[in-house]
């Protein structure tokens, strides 16, 4: 799940700054009463999380290939 999230998370920020699915903030939320219990993660708290797991910035979204290295994770049945 993580290097499917980083994958699509590296092809969003290597599009142009005016691409429709830039300007979508992930950290948006829709403000209404929030039922009991603990919150819910945002996709940009799991993001945060992952970029932090693996020791990368979003910068390095921007080089394709070093990006696809790094976050391919080894099939561990193989």
């Not at 799940?1 to 005016?18: C, I, P």
């Not at 009463?33 to 919150?39: F, L, M």
């Not at 921007?62 to 049945?77: L, N, T």
Request: with cysteine.
């Amino acid at each position: 799940m993580r290097e499917n999230r980083l994958r699509w998370f590296g092809h969003v920020q290597r599009r142009s700054t005016d691409a429709p699915i830039r300007r979508c903030d992930y950290g948006t939320e829709v403000q209404s009463r929030r039922g009991k219990g603990r919150p819910k993660k945002t996709l940009e708290e799991t993001l945060r999380k992952d970029l932090e797991y693996l020791d990368l910035t979003e910068d390095m979204t921007q080089d394709r290939a070093q990006w696809r290295s790094k976050i391919h994770i080894a099939d561990p049945i193989q």
